[in-house]
Structures are given as structure tokens and as C-alpha cells.
């Protein structure tokens, strides 16, 4: 099966991908977090290798696994170098949350869900990977390791989109299409849940922060002053305290 | 009586069961979860509980959550305008986090487990400690200390605890009389200065222990000026060095900086050889040193207020066995008890035992003294897969399989060994282990370098019979009941540190562990079995786990690891399984 270019919206967001890649903070921030995310699916995948019935599948999920977790690790030694290299910019760098983006299962639940699902969910997982790192790796023309990094994965990529798809073909013969199809659906969902909760959490963070400070002036006064009672050293502990297993206070 | 107890939501969340006094089992969820210092509600850890006492929810007397949550909610909420208006941003992470799940912890457990709300109850975060540490030890009256980062309010506490065995009632009594309060906090200081030096908290506070060997504290001065001891013998950190209570992002401020230096990025190697390196190393030792002194001060203050010969400690801030082994050797108790757990897991089987004994007024039983409350290892399990697999699989009787093990690891092979029950903590403590052999640096690099992946400051532990530890090991009086669950660091006796170099740190201690033969026999008779081959009963023994990754649990997470790793035996039960070139060839495309 060959290496789709890329989904449409990441061809179309190549200007974005450059502009981020070609800054030596970003693309440190980039691989470092690439890191995580690799380790964290590998982890995902040895799960399922730990729990499927099937000989063979767990042979290869076992593989697939190893070769994420080194994934991880080389993307995590590339970031480290990097960093190395030029140390004066890693000052305050890492204060704020990473960039989006880049590949990874996305809270793949493992314990209960059928092979054919895991599988399904891999291969289109591991296909649009595939496609987005060809993206990356024309984009870090400047950087011969990292290009060479992202070389080596899409090959590893290939064989896991194949295997994952081969596999699903043989447990599922008469479903895998749309197997393939609702995971595709499902991964589309959990994009949508995954951009509503930000746009929530940022709606959420504004009103608390405009409560913060439209409503706690007072309240904050009076915990100073109770904070300017309180000397430091022992407290004692009020003996009925322990007898109170009801109360949450 | 059945009581489930829970910990969860802040880190390392578990759940234990306790049955008519008496704990049935306790496992931490990071063991079935897969996913390390899981801080989820442990709903598998519960289930698992239930399952293997043959329990359904509704045959619970009562549900113990181990801490207060409205008090620890009130505690972050009169932080955060306390430190108005600097607090601005983490506020709102701050609510959200607590609002999200954490406040509403009684309608959490009452929807998943579906009991009535009344059986819901609550214990005190320290109390939970103190009753983890005591009421599992065998002693019958203690003085109890219980330190970590922060429950609801209280940083540290001290009291005592007492056994009324000789009256009729059987009553248990706890008392924790005096606290220190957020956000003066002992565990805060040293987790401070593990952000500081790079690791991630409540993780890497072990890492700052074993760097803290290779420097020298000659920045004390400056530690004591963040923390300062009050005149009633307490200690009081100074808030201008701190931001924990003020921000999520980072816990050291700027003035803490100017005082040590840069921090280290997480991403930086430690090289000991340059001059950043050694002052990261003099920054660990620095703190380690001011910990171990206060620590020692409130003990010694403790024992004279007491009088009593032994001490109970629990608490994250326990598991410095450096530190205990000064508080054995200098505080004046005679006996220093830290529990297998006695972070914030333990607090699921410290919460399950205080409802027994404090709130149901229940008599004191004996409580097994041991480590293994968990899953059992299926030794069919990774039978089949092995075979499935194409490894060399043997099913050997038990002497057999001893001997054969030892001559492995005479040999110089690496041994995955499972067995029982798993422990519940931290520690492998013989049942989820690597086991080694101990003699040279070089099988100490090869276990980072091939298995561990971490860092060469590191130490590793040894294992050996608690009848021959003293000939290895200068364990002061009372030492060998800390090394049960492998909780203080004592020194290598000189003339055996080139023989035991893998595990002798370089400040030549090693936090061995005391094996009594009733605890885990197997491991005690493969120690006796190694003995006679090498002349020494001692042995390397390492969790086992790789980098990032809970210690194994199920057989099959065992295999796993070993199939991904440079273990070269692995053994579970009688089965033994070594590894086979040919099986553990790569996959290719072909078989796709």
C-alpha cells in the first residue's frame, strides 16, 4: 500500500507546517513533544500486545510497539541535541503548553476493545501519520539528522499501516471496509470533542478569570488578613477531628 | 465488617479491602491501568479488590475516601486569593481541576459503586498515613510521624498510637496531636528541588536522593535560607523562594534561582565531570542534608516527648531511606517501622483500617507482615504465550528450577522473576523483580544501559537473607526491620564494596533489603542457592519495569518486558522461559 501524500488540509496547511518547522525553538518543541506522544502510543500498543488472544497479533503489536518506542526516543535525542546546540534559547521555553499537533493515538482505550477495532483504528491512524511526516520531512530540508529521522519512521510506518490493514482483513473479512470507515468516523469525532473541550476550557478560563478578578478582591482581602493571624511552627489538631467520618470539611 | 478504602485523584491512586480487620488485598491502579502513578479514580483497582474478595459493592459495611476533599478544596481556594493578585493565572486551572471531579468525590463513588451515600466516609489525609504506617506494623504502642507534600492543610504531623490489647475491648487508639501547615511543607522543599534539577515531581524525588551521594552540601547555608526552624521546634518556609502556592507552572521563583543558579532542563544530561554538574549534585546533597537534619530534630523531639522506643513513619517524604536510617541511628527510637506503601496508595489501605478501628471502634487483629496484597501471577499465562511464540519454555520442579536460576545468574544472565502476589508500594520486594548478580560495575551499566534506561547516578539495591545481612551491611540496631521493605540506606561494610560493586553507591551504602525466609521463601531459597554457588547470598534486585512504565503485574506484562528488553530468563512460578535468538527475530513486511 503506498504512502498517501497527506490528508488535503495538511497539504493545504504546508505554509503552517513550514513556518513552525523552520523555527529552531518550535522544531525543538516539535520533536520533544513528537517524543511523548510516540512513547505514549507505544505504550498503548504494548497493551493491546499484552492482551489480544491472538499468537500473531501479539507478535506484531509487540514490534509495532518497540519500533514506536524508539520512535519516541529518537525524536526525543534529536529535540535533546537541538537543545543542546544552542541552550540560551531553551530559557522560559518550555513554560507554556506544546504546540498542537503531530501524530498519536489519542487516548486509544485498549482494555476491552475487539482486535478488529484496535486494528482499524491503527491503520488509520498510522496512514495519516505516514502522510503528515512526508510532509515534515520535506519541510526540515535544513536538517539533514531530523530528515533522516522522519525518513527512517516512515518506513516503519508502511509496514505498521500494512500489517494493521492485513490483519484486519484476516480477522475481519467480511466487515474490515467498514470497520476501517467507523474508525475514521470515530477519529473525526474525537477530533470535533478534542477542538469543543479547548474552545470550553478557553470559554471557561475567560469567566473565571473575569470572576478572579471582579469578585475575589474582597474575599481576598480577608484571607490575607486571616493569612497575617496564622503564626508558622505546630498547630494543634482539635481532638473531635477524627471522630467526624461523615464530613467531607 | 467490609470496608473498601480509596485513594486517588492527586497521585498513584489504589484501592485496598479489609475484611473483619484484616487486609484481603490492595493494589495501586498503575498496576492494572498500565499507565504510571495513574491518578485516576481506581475503578479497576476496586474491581479487582471486589472480584478477589468474591464481593459484590452492596456487601460493603463501608466505602472510605482517605481524605477530605471540601478541606483540601478550601485549602486551594484560600491559597489562590491569599495570593491575589499573582495567582491570576493558575486560578482557573486551579477551579477547574477541583470543580471538575475532586470536590465531588461522595457522588463519584456512589454512581460508579452504586452504594447508598451514607456509606461513604472520610478520614483525614494524615490520619490515613498515620493508620497505614501503624496499624500494620507490629508494635503495639509507637510514636507516629507522618510527612509528604500536602494532604488537605497539613504538611506533617506527629502523635502516637497505642494498642489496647490487654483490655477486653481490644480498642486501637490514634492520636495525631500537632501539625505543620501548607504551605510549609518538607515534601514541597525537596520536590521543589526536583523540579529544580530537572526531574519530574513526585517522581523524581528518589533521583535526588541517589544524585545527592556524588555532591557535597556545601550550599546548606543557602537551603537554610528558604527553610527556617521556629522556636517551638517546627520549621517554616520562606515564601518569597516558592511560587507552588501561587502558580501551577513552576514551583521555584526567580529569587530561588539567583540564589542556586540556573536550572537544569530535563532534557540536559547530568555530567558529574563539569562544574554544572557537580553544583547540580551539591544542590541535591544540600537539601538532602537539611531534610535529614529537621527530620531528625522533630523525631529526637518526638522521642523525648513520647518516651516511647519506636517510631511509625509514613508519608511520601518516608520513602528517603537515607534520611530514616540517620532518624534510626540519631533520633533515640529504637525501632523505625515505614510501611510498604507509604505514599499516597497506602492511604487507600491506612483510610480502610482507621474506619475499622476508629470509627466502627472495632478490636485489634494482627495484621500480616508483609508487602504482597496484590494480583497473582498466572504462570500458565506466559507459559502458553511463550510457547505461542516459539521461546524455550521449561516447567521445572521447585529445586530444580532454584538451582537452575542461580546458575543463571552466576553466569552472569539477567532474571525476570515473578512470584505470588504482587507488592503493594514501590519496592520490589520479591515477588516483581530483576535479579542480578551484584559484583561488578559492569552488570550494574549493562542493566541501565540494556533495561533500566536511566541515569549512570543511580544506585541499585541488593536483596539478601536476614540472617547474612549483617556480615555485608552495617546495619545499626534496629536496621534490619527498616531494610524489611527495603526503607533505609545503610553502608557496604568496606571490605566487600569491590566484591558487591553494582550495588554499592558511591558514597558506599545501598538501600538493601533484609529477606526473612517466611516472607518470600522462594527468593530466600534462591538467595541460600546463589550463596553456595558464588559464596555470597546476595543479589542485585531492581524493579520490574523499564523506564516510564509501572512495575509488571500479569505474567503476560512480564513477558512482554522481557521480550523488549536485555532480560535474558524469565521466571514465573516453576515455569522458566529463556529467550530464543531465533523467536525474537524482528518482524518484516513478509508476514504482512
Given amino acids: 500500500m503506498p504512502v498517501l501524500p497527506g490528508a488535503p488540509v495538511d497539504w493545504m496547511l504546508r505554509p503552517v507546517h513550514r513556518w513552525i518547522w523552520g523555527d529552531h525553538d518550535r522544531r525543538v518543541r516539535k520533536l520533544l513533544t513528537f517524543g511523548e506522544v510516540e512513547t505514549d502510543g507505544g505504550r498503548d500498543i504494548l497493551r493491546a500486545a499484552e492482551m489480544t488472544p491472538d499468537p500473531l497479533l501479539r507478535r506484531l503489536y509487540l514490534e509495532h510497539a518497540i519500533d514506536e518506542l524508539r520512535h519516541g526516543d529518537m525524536f526525543r535525542r534529536r529535540g535533546a541535541a537541538l537543545l543542546q546546540a544552542r541552550p540560551a534559547a531553551a530559557a522560559g521555553f518550555f513554560g507554556g503548553s506544546p504546540l498542537p499537533g503531530g501524530h498519536g493515538l489519542e487516548d486509544l482505550a485498549i482494555d476491552g476493545e475487539p482486535d478488529r477495532r484496535l486494528l482499524a483504528f491503527l491503520h488509520v491512524a498510522e496512514k495519516a501519520a505516514a502522510g503528515r511526516f512526508k510532509i515534515y520531512r520535506e519541510v526540515v530540508d535544513d536538517d539533514p539528522p531530523t530528515r533522516a529521522i522522519f525518513e527512517e519512521i516512515l518506513r516503519d510506518e508502511v509496514f505498521h499501516m500494512n500489517y494493521t490493514y492485513t490483519q484486519l482483513t484476516r480477522i475481519s473479512p467480511r466487515s474490515y471496509r467498514w470497520q476501517v470507515w467507523r474508525a475514521r468516523a470515530t477519529r473525526l469525532w474525537k477530533r470535533y470533542l478534542g477542538v469543543a473541550t479547548a474552545l470550553a476550557g478557553v470559554i471557561g478560563a475567560t469567566i473565571l478569570t473575569i470572576m478572579y478578578f471582579v469578585l475575589l478582591p474582597p474575599f481576598a482581602w480577608l484571607a490575607k488578613r486571616g493569612a497575617d493571624r496564622e503564626a508558622p511552627g505546630w498547630n494543634p489538631i482539635a481532638g473531635n477531628r477524627r471522630d467526624s467520618s461523615k464530613s467531607q470539611y | ?592
Avoid at chain 2, 65 to 94: D, Q
Avoid at chain 2, 428 to 443: K, V, Y
Wanted: aromatic share 8%; glycine share 8%; hydrophobic share 40%.
Fill in chain 2, 1 to 592: 465488617m467490609k470496608i473498601l478504602g480509596i485513594s486517588a485523584h492527586y497521585h498513584d491512586s489504589a484501592a485496598a479491602l479489609v475484611i473483619d480487620g484484616v487486609p484481603v488485598c490492595a493494589v495501586q491502579e498503575e498496576r492494572l491501568s498500565r499507565r504510571k502513578n495513574d491518578a485516576g479514580f481506581p475503578l479497576a483497582a476496586i474491581e479487582w479488590c471486589l472480584d478477589h474478595a468474591g464481593l459484590e459493592p452492596a456487601d460493603l459495611d463501608a466505602v472510605v475516601f482517605y481524605e477530605r476533599s471540601m478541606l483540601k478544596f478550601e485549602r486551594i481556594l484560600t491559597s489562590a486569593l491569599r495570593a491575589f493578585p499573582r495567582s491570576w493565572k493558575s486560578f482557573p486551572h486551579a477551579i477547574k481541576n477541583s470543580l471538575g471531579e475532586k470536590v465531588w468525590v461522595r457522588g463519584i463513588i456512589a454512581s460508579h459503586l452504586g452504594v447508598p451515600r451514607r456509606k461513604i466516609l472520610f478520614t483525614d489525609h494524615h490520619a490515613s498515613h498515620a493508620a497505614a504506617a501503624f496499624l500494620t506494623a507490629p508494635t503495639r504502642r509507637a510514636a507516629i510521624l507522618t510527612a509528604d507534600g500536602v494532604g488537605e492543610w497539613a504538611t506533617l504531623t506527629v502523635g502516637h498510637g497505642e494498642r489496647h490489647t490487654h483490655r477486653r475491648d481490644g480498642l486501637t487508639d490514634i492520636t495525631l496531636q500537632r501539625e505543620v501547615r501548607f504551605p510549609h511543607s518538607l515534601g514541597l522543599l525537596y520536590s521543589t528541588f526536583t523540579a529544580y534539577l530537572g526531574f519530574a515531581v513526585n517522581e523524581g524525588e528518589y533521583k535526588v536522593m541517589g544524585l545527592a551521594a556524588y555532591g557535597r552540601p556545601t550550599m546548606v547555608a543557602q537551603v537554610r535560607r528558604l527553610i527556617r526552624r521556629t522556636p517551638d521546634g517546627a520549621f517554616a518556609l520562606a515564601p518569597e523562594y516558592f511560587e507552588y502556592q501561587t502558580t501551577a507552572g513552576r514551583s521555584y521563583s526567580s529569587r530561588f534561582v539567583d540564589l542556586f543558579g540556573p536550572p537544569r532542563h530535563a532534557y540536559d544530561p547530568i555530567d558529574l565531570e563539569t562544574d554544572e554538574g557537580r553544583r547540580f549534585a551539591d544542590c541535591a546533597a544540600s537539601v538532602q542534608q537539611v531534610l535529614e537534619d529537621t527530620l531528625v530534630d522533630i523525631t529526637c523531639a518526638l522521642h523525648r516527648d513520647t518516651g516511647l522506643s519506636d517510631l511509625c513513619f509514613g508519608g511520601g517524604v518516608a520513602l528517603n531511606g537515607v534520611a530514616n536510617a540517620r532518624i534510626l541511628a540519631e533520633s533515640g527510637f529504637e525501632r523505625v517501622f515505614v510501611p510498604s506503601a507509604p505514599g499516597d496508595a497506602g492511604c487507600a489501605l491506612g483510610a480502610a483500617l482507621y474506619a475499622d478501628r476508629m470509627y466502627f471502634k472495632n478490636p485489634d487483629r494482627e495484621i500480616p507482615d508483609h508487602p504482597f496484597w496484590g494480583p497473582t501471577v498466572n504462570a500458565g499465562e506466559l507459559a502458553k504465550a511463550a510457547r505461542e511464540d516459539g521461546q524455550t519454555v521449561e516447567d521445572l520442579d521447585e529445586t530444580a528450577l532454584i538451582d537452575r536460576i542461580a546458575a543463571e545468574l552466576a553466569g552472569g544472565r539477567i532474571v525476570g522473576w515473578m512470584d505470588g502476589a504482587s507488592e503493594f508500594g514501590p519496592r520490589p520486594l520479591g515477588h516483581r523483580c530483576i535479579l542480578a548478580a551484584p559484583h561488578s560495575r559492569e552488570m550494574r551499566d549493562r542493566l541501565n544501559r540494556d533495561i533500566k534506561d536511566r541515569e549512570e547516578f543511580r544506585p541499585f539495591a541488593p536483596v539478601t537473607p536476614l540472617e547474612t545481612v549483617d556480615r555485608y551491611f552495617e546495619l545499626p540496631p534496629g536496621g534490619a526491620r527498616l531494610a524489611r521493605f527495603m526503607s533505609g540506606v545503610f553502608p557496604v561494610r568496606p571490605e566487600w564494596r569491590e566484591k558487591l560493586a553494582a550495588i554499592t553507591h558511591v558514597d558506599g551504602t545501598a538501600r538493601v533489603q533484609a529477606l526473612e525466609r517466611q516472607m518470600a521463601p522462594r527468593l530466600h531459597a534462591l538467595l541460600e542457592s546463589y550463596g553456595r554457588r558464588s559464596g555470597m547470598p546476595v543479589l542485585l534486585n531492581t524493579s520490574f519495569n523499564v523506564a516510564g512504565e509501572p512495575i509488571v503485574n500479569r505474567a503476560l506484562e512480564g513477558y512482554s518486558t522481557f521480550r523488549r528488553c536485555g532480560i535474558d530468563a524469565l521466571v514465573a512460578g516453576t515455569t522458566l522461559v529463556t529467550k530464543h535468538a531465533a523467536a525474537a527475530r524482528p518482524l518484516t513486511e513478509g508476514v504482512a
